[in-house]
């Protein structure tokens, strides 16, 4: 989990739209994108604002902050606890991310694709 949040992280380009509707029209396509697992955690911790945003304000839609998440991990993979109120959630992640790949390593039964998205693999 510490190296796929490492390792993927949200990007977005601008690239040339295919339809243009105007002199040195652009559109935003994602280059990256953050573990499935990750997105998840990020959707069960919204923040209370209640303002309705169009990516105009520096506001975030999650509490949770990539780097603060990131720590967490490294501390549960050195010492194996810590008193972040997101250990209990990280924990459930990566119970059912040891699942699947037991399941997929002893019966090689490959998991879903439902699954797969899931966890962003």
Known sequence: MLESLK?????VILISAPIKMHHDHKIREITSQNPGWYKDLCAAYITNRLKIRKRKNKYSDTKIR???IYNVLKKLCGVGYT???YAEDLFEIARELKILNDRLCTNNEFPTQEEMEKFGR
């Open 66 to 68: 990539r780097k603060q």
């Open 83 to 85: 008193h972040s109120i």
């Open 7 to 11: 390792d993927n992280k949200l990007e």
